[in-house]
């Protein structure tokens, strides 16, 4: 990672929209690998409009919350896991974005804490994709069709739109200026060749904001 107060060599981060970040990250996905890229903004359209609508809600039983180092190694902010119900958050790597935000000028949009406080909203859709009825109706918003019969129609999954979710739900109840997918690309942008700004392909996927399983 780049020290804290360098200057950066990725100039010009801010200037994409959250909608296109989006987009970029869903055909970096090997799932999505040649896609129609007006398809894929307008996959990335819906799950942030879907998450941003999402009411805050606690989960039933609220998870527990586990800090600890490493993520930087491993690519993560944070992951939820299911069993049991568990929300990992790396310390080094919020500090990593939080300074990144400093370096950047980004803290209007970045108040500081609140990189600690969208990893928790964001694990918090995870959790509720995973266990409610918001995965069916995130599935209906997007419309992917998987197969049709007559007047059956199969949606299917579409592989990233729910960290998309994630990003545009946390940005809302957190009152951000921007989508938290900003500075997952700012840290991969951070750890690159200095003229490779594009995202991260799928086996470097995990410096976008979270994982989950």
Same mark, same amino acid.
């Given at each position: 990672? +780049?020290?804290?107060?360098? +200057?950066? %060599?990725?100039?010009?981060?801010?200037?994409?929209?959250?909608?296109?970040?989006?987009?970029?990250?869903?055909?970096?996905?090997?799932?999505?690998?040649?896609?129609?890229?007006?398809?894929?903004? !307008?996959? %990335?359209?819906?799950?942030?409009?879907?998450?941003?609508?999402?009411?805050? %809600?606690?989960?039933?039983?609220?998870?527990?919350?586990?800090?600890?180092?490493?993520?930087?190694?491993?690519?993560?902010?944070?992951?939820?896991?299911?069993?049991?119900?568990?929300?990992?958050?790396?310390?080094?790597?919020?500090?990593?974005?939080?300074?990144?935000?400093?370096?950047?000028?980004?803290?209007?949009?970045?108040?500081?804490?609140?990189?600690?406080?969208?990893?928790?909203?964001?694990? %918090?859709?995870?959790?509720?994709?995973?266990?409610?009825?918001?995965?069916?109706?995130?599935? !209906?918003?997007?419309?992917?069709?998987?197969?049709?019969?007559? $007047?059956? $129609?199969?949606?299917?999954?579409?592989?990233?739109?729910?960290?998309?979710?994630?990003?545009?739900?946390? $940005?809302?109840?957190?009152?951000?200026? $921007?989508?938290?997918?900003?500075?997952?690309?700012?840290?991969?942008?951070?750890?690159?060749?200095?003229?490779?700004?594009?995202?991260?392909?799928? !086996?470097?996927?995990?410096?976008?904001?979270?994982?989950?399983?």
């Amino acid at each position: 990672m +780049t020290r804290p107060g360098a +200057t950066f %060599a990725h100039t010009g981060l801010a200037a994409v929209d959250d909608i296109e970040y989006g987009a970029r990250f869903l055909g970096s996905l090997s799932l999505h690998e040649g896609s129609d890229p007006a398809r894929l903004r !307008q996959w %990335a359209t819906a799950a942030a409009e879907f998450g941003a609508a999402l009411a805050p %809600a606690p989960a039933p039983a609220p998870p527990r919350i586990v800090e600890r180092g490493g993520g930087l190694e491993r690519g993560l902010l944070a992951r939820y896991t299911s069993r049991p119900p568990t929300v990992e958050l790396y310390t080094d790597s919020i500090d990593a974005a939080e300074r990144l935000v400093a370096a950047h000028g980004w803290r209007a949009w970045f108040p500081a804490g609140s990189v600690r406080a969208a990893a928790l909203a964001h694990e %918090a859709v995870h959790e509720r994709l995973h266990h409610g009825p918001e995965r069916t109706a995130l599935k !209906q918003a997007l419309g992917h069709t998987a197969l049709r019969l007559g $007047r059956l $129609r199969v949606l299917a999954h579409v592989a990233g739109a729910d960290e998309l979710a994630a990003h545009a739900y946390a $940005r809302a109840v957190c009152g951000l200026g $921007r989508s938290p997918l900003l500075l997952s690309v700012a840290l991969a942008a951070s750890a690159a060749p200095p003229k490779d700004t594009r995202l991260p392909h799928r !086996q470097e996927r995990s410096r976008s904001w979270a994982s989950s399983s």
